[in-house]
């Protein structure tokens, strides 16, 4: 048999299909692969490259292959897919993540380690569990508005309703749905402690990183932010500048430019959601208290408030984060303002 130079593995939960080439790029093995078998064929066969689309097991798969020896690269599913030839299955989708593989141009995904993905399940639990505090009381805003009960905006709105539905004692709420709204509370309370818990979590790890304490040197960049850029960007020299990580964070206007007229439209808004929302939130605060003269002016922004929406303006800053966050990790320094910023 010749030597196997490359492989691309198409994983899933139980079946592996595994397509390799040698150097002539002759179809050496291609076979599938029960999941307690993978490790027993990889232990087998010569230190390789090895491809594998970048998914929710992908990050295990490469640090087990990686410990065996091999060279592993993660690239995203939509660049493999244009490698794929005629009908899908698990053969053809082995077949161009070894293609893919070997291209120059190709852009590969780090292996994040169990740490960084442990810090990322972290915050992807707390944002789910915002997102059920927030269908709470807005059940609980919709059911008391039947009965003509309303209180403003915002957390102490919320608590006023909850005073009212616990304590009541003008009975203006009835019976039977003030029964029905006690248990809603007691489950927004519930949830509302589990944030608290894994904010704690997530402080204490970014207060033990290095790296997300100088990132939250950043204006609009605090503790919830930083850690969560230290934990999904664990190599930036994967990118070749600031410009390329705002892109890959769709921060960017989208282009459909031809024939040398360029066109430029809304953000691409690709790549990861969760972080690029992060950092237009914390855009949106640095104006907003830059506004009321609560913190010292940013000369850049407040120029292009002159002649920009404040959401433009907003996105544009938080494209500015982005890319100081790429030079901090790349230099290893913590922010300095300037007086030009």
């Known amino acids: 048999m010749e030597k196997i130079i490359t492989i691309g593995l198409d994983i899933a939960k139980h079946v592996f299909q595994v397509h390799s080439i040698d150097a002539a790029g002759t179809v050496v093995v291609r076979r599938k692969l029960r999941r307690d078998g993978v490790i027993d064929f990889f232990e087998a066969v010569p230190p390789c490259l090895i491809g594998i689309e970048a998914c929710a097991s992908g990050h295990h798969w490469a ?3 990686i410990a ?4 592993v690269r993660l690239m995203p599913a939509s660049y493999v897919k244009p490698y794929v030839k005629r009908q899908k299955n698990d053969a053809t989708d082995a077949e161009a993540i070894c293609e893919a593989v070997t291209r120059p141009t190709m852009r590969f995904v780090a292996v994040k380690s169990e740490e960084q993905q442990s810090v990322l399940m972290l915050h992807r639990v707390r944002e789910l569990l915002i997102r059920q505090r927030t269908m709470l009381v807005n059940a609980l805003r919709g059911h008391l508005a039947e009965f003509g009960i309303v209180s403003r905006q915002g957390i102490a709105g919320v608590g006023m309703l909850i005073a009212l539905v616990e304590e009541d004692s003008q009975n203006v709420i009835p019976f039977l749905a003030r029964g029905a709204l006690l248990p809603m509370i ?5 949830v509302q402690e589990k944030v608290d818990e894994l904010d704690l979590q997530i402080h204490a790890w970014h207060r033990s990183s290095e790296l997300s304490r100088r990132l939250e040197t950043i204006p609009g960049v605090g503790p919830i ?8 960007v664990p190599d930036a020299s994967l990118f070749k500048s600031g410009r390329q990580l705002a892109a890959w964070l769709g ?4 282009q459909n430019s031809s024939g040398g007229k360029e066109r430029l439209g809304r953000i691409s808004k690709q790549g990861d959601p969760y972080i690029r929302r ?7 605060a640095v104006l907003r208290f830059s506004r009321k003269g609560k913190a010292p002016p940013t000369r ?10 404040y959401n ?15 030079a901090l990790m790349i230099t290893g320094k913590r922010f300095e303002a300037s007086a030009s910023t």
């Open 225 to 232: 932010t930083a850690s969560a850029i230290a934990a999904t």
């Open 251 to 254: 921060l960017v206007p989208r």
């Open 186 to 190: 007691d489950q927004l309370r519930k």
């Open 278 to 284: 992060l950092l237009v939130v914390g855009a949106h």
């Open 300 to 309: 850049w922004a407040a120029k292009l408030l002159e002649k920009k929406p």
């Open 312 to 326: 433009v303006v907003a996105v544009a800053l938080a494209n500015k984060m982005a890319r100081i966050a790429w």
């Open 68 to 71: 065996l020896g091999h060279k």
């Open 63 to 65: 640090r087990m292959l």
